[in-house]
């Protein structure tokens, strides 16, 4: 069984199918999404605004190292869940934090999941086309 380091906080994020988990330890700055620098895994500003929103007002990010781990869902959504992972790991190495990422609603978890397909239609709510004779 392997010791956790002293200076290691770990989270998970989800959102929809995609679920994020984050491990922050101390190091150099670099951010390692599934293997990947993060500007090669999120090729869109907007996710990558998305995923870095939690650390605006963070100055000590120089000072850690941030490995994301993501599985399922589309980009969006994992660029979402990382966001909720990175925030929570944060709330856990600083409690302070939790009051400005909370009103900023970076610790509420989206609970919107897709629909499922019901029996006799077409989707989830979706009819087929209703023909009298």
């Known amino acids: 069984m392997s010791k956790k380091k002293k200076n290691e906080y770990i989270a998970a994020g989800r959102r929809k199918t995609a679920v994020a988990s984050i491990l922050i330890r101390e190091g150099t700055g670099k951010f390692d999404v599934n293997g990947r620098d993060l500007n090669k895994y ?19 990010v120089k000072n850690y190292d941030f490995i994301i781990r993501l599985k399922g869902g589309g ?10 992972g990175i925030s929570r790991a944060l709330v856990k190495k ?15 978890r989206d609970p919107r999941k897709k629909e499922r397909k019901k029996y006799g239609l077409a989707g989830a709510r979706k009819r087929f086309q209703f023909s009298k004779r």
């Open 75 to 84: 980009i969006e959504a994992q660029a979402v869940a990382a966001r909720l």
């Open 42 to 60: 999120f090729l869109s500003d907007i996710q990558r605004n998305i995923v870095l929103s939690p650390l605006k007002d963070n100055l000590e």
């Open 94 to 108: 600083d409690e302070t934090l939790k009051g400005p990422l909370k009103d900023l609603g970076y610790l509420t």
